[in-house]
């Protein structure tokens, strides 16, 4: 990690309590801080912490004993004794993240370290309930085998990232009501939990994203944010504070039903912006100029001869998307926004581009312009922001009450 990295990831401060009765607590506090800011000798450990070194050092036994951390290569070169980061160790703990998309199902096997050990993804036209909790079974047992019996027992949950409304939109998706509408008794979590035996989070896939840009992307070094995540639909979250805000309804930050305009001539309520913004609308273009539609998953999307179709999307996506960032900024006074997708990077820096020219053509007059950033999670982003819920309720300290900021 870089200096740079580190002074920005600074904003972010677990602190921790030199008072007795609170060891799980402090551990935790000692680990979200070597997430947060990477390898951390323990003095520094005990700067960001608050923490003394004498508590900094008997939590990094502990925690080294359990092996959830590790010790990095001395760092030579100054005067005096050359220090020693502490790392999270990768095999400390496991979490398995499942995104039941409307587009394909992934289920990702994840480390202590939030890094990606096995993925395993289908892809259908709309999700059938009656099947689809059988392919999530097949999945999930595989990937405990492939840690065998003992890593098996470092498993520690299972996050389930889906649409609030799965079976909606289901006339723009050309799906039979009868075939959307199934989804309107089934309670997710509980079948998972009952083919797994482990603890089971649900959460909405654009917010599930937004926690695995919070935890492991831009948010460390971004306190407040819109985060836009173009996918099938386009959707989003809200980040106050370095905290996630779902809303009374749990669906805050959903830029996709934002109104674009009054409505239309015949009085009829006005498109929103998952109608001009999502991969859906991209993915028919491609069908009807005769283009593979798979090429939204790889560079193709922007190369010859889908470049020509993607230009036109983007020429009708990026104003609206402007138009959805200069509201929100208005209201929210955003430090910045985070933009991702499931779709190549290649894709994603040429959005970027093409974004900041219809920001530009935005009324900023009595409204600070936020600065708009690539994410860094990409396809797998709601998966891993799932499987980082059972390792959050595992080993982190509340967010809501002990994550403090620095003035």
């Not at 896939?205 to 492991?216: F, G, I, K, M, Q």
């Amino acid at each position: 990690m870089s200096t740079a990295d580190v002074e920005s990831a600074a904003k972010l401060r677990p602190r921790g309590s030199n008072n007795l009765g609170t060891r799980q607590f402090n551990e935790r506090v000692v680990l979200q801080a070597i997430r947060l800011h990477g390898a951390l000798p323990k003095a520094e450990i005990a700067r960001l912490t608050n923490l003394t070194a004498q508590t900094v050092q008997l939590i990094i036994a502990r925690l080294e004993a359990d092996g959830l951390v590790f010790k990095h290569a001395p760092l030579r070169g100054k005067i005096g004794q050359p220090s020693v980061p502490m790392a999270l160790n990768p095999d400390g703990a496991y979490s398995i993240g499942i995104k039941i998309g409307r587009r394909s199902l992934d289920v990702l096997l994840v480390d202590f370290a939030a890094q990606v050990r096995e993925r395993l993804v289908l892809d259908y036209q709309f999700p059938d309930p009656d099947s689809l909790f059988d392919e999530i079974r097949t999945r999930v047992q595989a990937l405990r085998k492939t840690l065998g019996p003992k890593r098996a027992q470092l498993l520690h949950g299972v996050g389930v990232a889906a649409p609030l409304s799965l079976g909606g939109w289901q006339s723009l998706l050309g799906v039979a009501p009868e075939q959307a509408g199934k989804w309107n008794a089934i309670d997710i979590r509980s079948q998972v939990t009952a083919m797994t035996k482990l603890p089971v989070e649900l959460v909405k896939d654009t917010a599930a994203a937004c926690v695995a840009e919070l935890v492991s992307g831009r948010g460390r070094s971004i306190r407040s944010f819109l985060y836009i995540y173009v996918d099938t639909f386009v959707g989003g979250g809200l980040v106050i504070d370095s905290r996630l805000r779902s809303g009374g309804s749990g669906n805050a930050g959903a830029v996709g039903s934002m109104p674009l305009g009054p409505g239309d001539a015949s009085g009829g309520p006005p498109r929103q912006l998952l109608n001009v913004a999502s991969l859906f609308t991209l993915e028919s273009m491609y069908a009807q100029a005769g283009l593979d539609a798979g090429a939204l998953a790889d560079a193709r999307a922007v190369a010859s001869p889908w470049l020509p179709v993607t230009r036109k999307w983007m020429s009708q996506a990026t104003p609206a998307l402007a138009m959805a960032i200069n509201g929100a900024a208005a209201l929210l006074d955003l430090e910045g926004v985070v933009i991702d997708g499931s779709f190549s990077r290649e894709m994603l820096a040429a959005l970027q581009a093409e974004l900041g020219v219809a920001l530009d053509r935005c009324n900023w007059e009595g409204v600070s312009r936020p600065e708009v950033l690539a994410g860094t999670m990409g396809a797998d982003a709601g998966a891993i922001g799932g499987a980082l819920l059972p390792l959050y309720a595992n080993f982190a300290p509340d967010r809501n009450l002990f994550l403090k900021l620095d003035r």
